[in-house]
């Protein structure tokens, strides 16, 4: 069964970093690429990055580019998100999203709450 | 950037009914165009892939048409399980763009 979780979310103040993670098992996973999807609170999906199966390409919407990293480790099945500079309007469930050429399994989220 | 633009907004219809819900891209996506549904404080679910390719476990009475720019999901008879949010997005080119959604709920 392919599972994906998230972790790491959590309460930051603007300006701050935080690193998500998310587990992947019940599939090879060096041989999927892997998105960040995010949904702010009683909004709409908007996407985030994208990483290939060997890292080899990267994508970042222009709304995160030059603040967050994503970057993933496949002998661990793991993908990550280091987020820095993080504003109000980042505050959103992050969710992990495998990618077949099409987004097939979602994780269930993890919140990020951006506040002073 | 691909602007995908959901209608109805909302859609109110009784369990048993007929809805047909709208995808229009700002431009053509090909068949490249993926359809989610969400139910509250749950992930998305895969229901349509590449325009009308039903993902695995999806029941028949989701059925998804159109290309270019124009694109429909239709439910044929409308379980209680299905009152959801339903998403569209296209994977045709970054960056990856998903429509504002339409609320189907029961009327």
């Known amino acids: 069964e392919v599972q994906l979780v998230e972790s790491g979310g959590g309460l930051v103040q603007p300006g701050g970093s935080l690193k998500l993670s998310c587990a992947a098992s019940g599939f090879t996973f060096n041989t999927y690429g892997v998105n960040w999807v995010r949904q702010a609170p009683g909004k709409g999906l908007e996407w985030v990055s994208y990483i290939s199966g060997d890292s080899t390409t990267i994508k970042y919407a222009d709304s995160v580019k030059g603040r967050f990293t994503i970057s993933r480790d496949n002998a661990k099945s793991s993908l990550y998100l280091h987020m820095n500079s993080l504003r109000a309007e980042d505050t959103a469930v992050y969710y992990c999203?495998?990618?077949?050429?099409?987004?097939?399994?979602w994780g269930q989220g993890t919140l990020v709450t951006v506040s002073s | 950037e691909i602007v995908l633009t959901q209608s109805p907004a909302t859609l109110s219809l009784s369990p048993g009914e007929r809805a047909t819900l709208s995808c229009r891209a700002s431009q053509s996506v090909s068949s490249y165009l993926v359809w989610f549904q969400q139910k509250p404080g749950q992930a998305p679910r895969l229901l349509i892939y590449d325009a009308s390719n039903r993902a695995t476990g999806i029941p028949a009475r989701f059925s998804g048409s159109g290309s270019g720019t124009d694109f429909t999901l239709t439910i044929s008879s409308l379980d209680p399980e299905d009152f959801a949010v339903y998403f569209c997005?296209?994977?045709?080119?970054?960056?990856?763009?998903f429509g504002q959604g339409t609320q189907l709920e029961i009327k």
């Open positions: 999203a495998r990618e077949t050429g099409f987004i097939d399994y």
């Open positions: 997005q296209q994977r045709y080119s970054w960056p990856y763009t």
